[in-house]
């Protein structure tokens, strides 16, 4: 058995982890609930999550996507955690519009206003 | 290998669609969109259009896998397709008994934004010029009016 290969950039600044997405199209189920697995470890292994998510990367998504975020973002509330996503490009914004999704995530432009939000 | 045509099969197909069926493999799914999009910029289509076909295309293309074709490893689904300059026409129908599209629930209203499905049709609809469901539900037509054309 061969182990698999993280689709995730991961790093950690202070006591936030910034996770940035190796592929630029986000569309492939299989690879989201391999993302969904891996972040949801990081969220499991810490008792006060506070977590960074980067689309820097990112031109496609889909509501099989946007559903893992959903996921994360409940689990990540569900220990008094805090999650941010930042570097969202136009067409993918969009998509949070369209889907009411910016409602419910908090949504910062960069990387460095993401980081500074957090309390 | 795939089956090709280049009649039409479903009287709702435009003349000379290009029909073809595929299975569940991730690989075959990528290279027909791919080929779609790849003809929609020969035709001229601005990029914003090719990112609504991909995305619409991702959507319809789970729906059947997930919702018709029950996940069963040895479904396939029928795509038939055509672009030209003004219109780009794909036909998605699964192996499913359907379903009504009213019966999915709003996802944008504050009581479902948490619910992590349910999106799928929601995108389809915002991104394409027009969405059409054949009864009994199993097939889907996505039809993009290109912007760039003129009308």
């Known amino acids: 058995m061969t182990a698999q290969q993280s689709r995730l950039r991961i790093r950690r600044q202070d006591q936030i982890t910034i996770v940035e997405f190796v592929d630029r199209n986000i569309l492939d189920e299989a690879n989201i609930a391999q993302i969904g697995e891996e972040i949801g470890a990081i969220v499991n292994d810490d008792p006060n999550p506070k977590l960074l998510i980067s689309f820097a990367n990112v031109d496609h998504l889909s509501s099989a996507a946007l559903g893992a975020l959903i996921t994360i973002n409940s689990r990540i509330k569900g220990k008094d955690g805090q999650l941010r996503l930042a570097d969202i490009n136009n067409q993918i914004i969009e998509v949070f519009r369209i889907t009411r999704l910016d409602r419910l995530f908090q949504i910062h432009p960069g990387t460095r206003e993401a980081l500074a939000s957090f309390t | ?151």
């Open chain 2, 1 to 151: 290998m795939p089956q090709q045509r280049h009649d039409h099969c479903d009287p709702r197909d435009p003349p000379h669609a290009i029909v073809r069926t595929i299975g569940h493999e991730r690989r075959s799914i990528v290279r027909l969109c791919d080929e779609i999009i790849d003809e929609m910029a020969r035709c001229g289509y601005p990029d914003a259009a090719r990112f609504a076909l991909r995305l619409a295309w991702e959507e319809a293309i789970s729906n059947a896998i997930h919702h018709g074709n029950r996940d069963r490893p040895d479904g396939t689904i029928e795509v038939a397709w055509h672009v030209d300059s003004r219109r780009t026409c794909v036909r998605i129908t699964d192996q499913g008994e359907g379903f009504d599209p009213a019966s999915i629930p709003d996802p944008t209203l504050d009581e479902n934004l948490d619910c992590p499905t349910g999106r799928g049709l929601l995108l389809m609809r915002a991104y394409m010029t027009r969405v059409v469901f054949d009864p009994p539900g199993n097939t889907v037509h996505l039809i993009y009016d290109n912007p760039a054309s003129g009308g």
